[in-house]
């Protein structure tokens, strides 16, 4: 008997499938509360605890190589009437059999890795998005949820908003015709000085930069590589070792809305143009970037700038769809249908009600316990982080990228070294 996923099982069941010892953390967990430990506890760690305690979570362990970091999580923790214990090494986490899932809100380049070995672990997994910032991690990921029977869900949280599931059903059902562009985006307006230049350094007290570093590649600690400030939000994220910008950040959030919306698909290809044209600090990443996504039938675009919101907050984030009868609009706070002039549909609109992101805890709380595939499956996640990867890959290759989704690779040789990840002895992916 195979356990799927996709279906339930009772305790005898669970039992048979799993040769007992496997499952029993699950097990009790069906009446009890579950034991998370969250790896990671900077400002979406953090965000994740008290979204995960308040959906009933047993916060079992915070990690943190930064020692600030851990303090203020226990702190959380400790105010929510919860006592975890604190660990700066992940693999203690890992090697506690007691633990049932594990929360991953690390820098970027760690992601994959820990999701791996938690799944191997049989931890079942919330990990942040990007889940992946290879082709190879991507696929090795997937290989392992499923091998290791986890439910893994990303951070996508968006999936588990009743505005989003709502505006990609009339999507995807034709309530706006036939649909052949798609738009994404965010948009700032930040100092030209950006985040700055600061020299190479020692690392802070009670930092561990190696473990921090972990499988990408040695470097000597500088505060814009590391990123983390009490009144910013992480800067990590410029720098290829360990991220992809805000196209792997902001933009997996708004693709994976636009890829739900057509159905999950691949793009066939990829472009991409844009540069360094406002800051000047020493991020790596492109601050004005414009991406399109050729889908089957469709074409897809993701774009930001740094230097000009258009005096419009509401839409600094966002989606629209074109269809044939109307276009529809999206962010976090509503969607909105205006329909062409005597396309027959009415103007529609729907506000957000609750919050997705505790809700989309609760749906993995909830499929810790049923065994069935979370809102956010670590399948469809991989896909979204994957196009952005692709994204990414064009604008650094100055290549049009052709997928081939059977290989899972690019046609396009020279570009593949942007889309492969070595990691730095001894951290070592495999399954």
Not at 53 to 61: H, I, L, N, P, V
Not at 354 to 380: G, K, M, Q, Y
Not at 387 to 404: E, F, I, V
Request: proline share 6%.
């Amino acid at each position: 008997m195979s356990l799927d996923l996709g279906q339930n099982y009772g305790r005898r069941e669970l039992l048979k499938a799993a040769g007992g010892a496997a499952l029993s953390p699950l097990l009790r967990a069906a009446n009890d509360r579950l034991s998370v430990a969250f790896i990671g506890t900077g400002v979406m760690g953090s965000e994740n605890l008290k979204a995960a305690m308040a959906q009933g979570a047993q916060a079992s362990y915070v990690c943190d190589v930064f020692q600030p970091n851990l303090e203020r999580a226990a702190a959380l923790a400790r105010k929510a009437g919860q006592a975890p214990k604190t660990v700066r090494d992940f693999r203690e986490i890992l090697a506690d059999r007691s633990v049932d899932a594990v929360c991953i809100s690390t820098p970027d380049h760690w992601h994959t890795y820990m999701a791996v070995e938690a799944c191997k672990a049989g931890k079942d997994v919330y990990v942040e998005k990007p889940v992946c910032l290879a082709l190879n991690e991507g696929s090795l990921l997937i290989e392992a949820a499923r091998k290791y029977r986890r439910v893994v869900q990303a951070g996508t949280w968006q999936r588990s908003g009743a505005h989003f599931q709502r505006a990609c059903e009339i999507v995807r059902s034709g309530g706006i015709g036939k649909v052949t562009f798609c738009r994404s985006w965010i948009y700032a307006n930040m100092p030209q000085a950006g985040i700055g230049n600061p020299p190479d350094a020692a690392p802070p007290p009670g930092l561990d930069w190696d473990l921090w570093l972990g499988p990408a590649p040695s470097r000597r600690f500088n505060p814009n590589r590391f990123g983390v400030y009490p009144d910013a939000y992480s800067y990590f994220r410029f720098f290829w070792d360990y991220a992809g910008g805000y196209l792997t950040d902001s933009g997996v959030h708004m693709v994976d809305i636009l890829q739900m919306a057509l159905g999950d698909p691949m793009p066939r290809a990829v472009t991409a143009i844009g540069g360094k044209f406002w800051f000047k600090d020493d991020t790596e990443v492109p601050d004005t970037l414009q991406v399109s996504l050729e889908y089957e039938g469709c074409l897809g675009s993701w774009e930001h700038r740094c230097n000009n919101t258009e005096a419009n907050k509401p839409r600094l984030m966002g989606l629209t769809f074109h269809g044939t009868l109307g276009t529809l609009y999206v962010d976090r706070a509503l969607f909105r249908v205006t329909p062409e002039e005597h396309s027959g549909i009415q103007p529609l609109e729907m506000k957000r009600e609750r919050d997705p992101h505790p809700l989309h805890w609760a749906n993995f709380l909830d499929c810790v316990r049923s065994r069935r595939r979370p809102n956010s499956d670590i399948e469809t996640c991989v896909r979204s982080s994957t196009a952005c990867l692709l994204g990414n890959a064009a604008y650094r290759s100055k290549l049009r990228l052709d997928w081939d989704n059977a290989r899972w690779n690019v046609a396009q040789e020279s570009a593949r070294p942007y889309l492969h990840r070595e990691y730095r002895t001894p951290w070592k992916l495999e399954i």
